[in-house]
């Protein structure tokens, strides 16, 4: 039986692409009312990014992957204290007014 080898790029950008399309469907088919509330919570899955650019910026001379692995800090962060800020704001849209 002959083996079918992939490009490991091939590979990677279809299941990029793949993912694309998924999210896409995914997120458009959550009904108006939770959307926000959903996707800010979701941002909190950024801290796994976090952990992962820490790493990648770690103590260790200076190269390229320490300089993305700060700003993917910096981005992850922006992205989750937005998230958690945007839902703070529509969440006090709903409490009754004094």
Do not use: C
């Not at 990029?16 to 959903?38: C, E, K, R």
């Not at 899955?45 to 992962?52: C, D, E, K, R, Y």
Request: glycine share 8%; hydrophobic share 60%.
């Amino acid at each position: 039986m002959e083996q079918i080898i992939v490009n490991p790029f091939i590979q990677q950008f279809s299941v990029f692409l793949l993912a694309i399309f998924i999210g896409y469907y995914v997120v458009w088919s959550v009904t108006p009312a939770l959307h926000t509330p959903l996707m800010s919570v979701t941002n909190a899955i950024s801290s796994v990014i976090i952990v992962g650019a820490l790493i990648a910026a770690g103590p260790d001379g200076m190269s390229i992957s320490k300089v993305l692995g700060a700003i993917a800090i910096g981005l992850a962060a922006v992205n989750i204290f937005g998230g958690f800020a945007v839902t703070a704001r529509m969440l006090a849209m709903y409490k009754k007014k004094k």
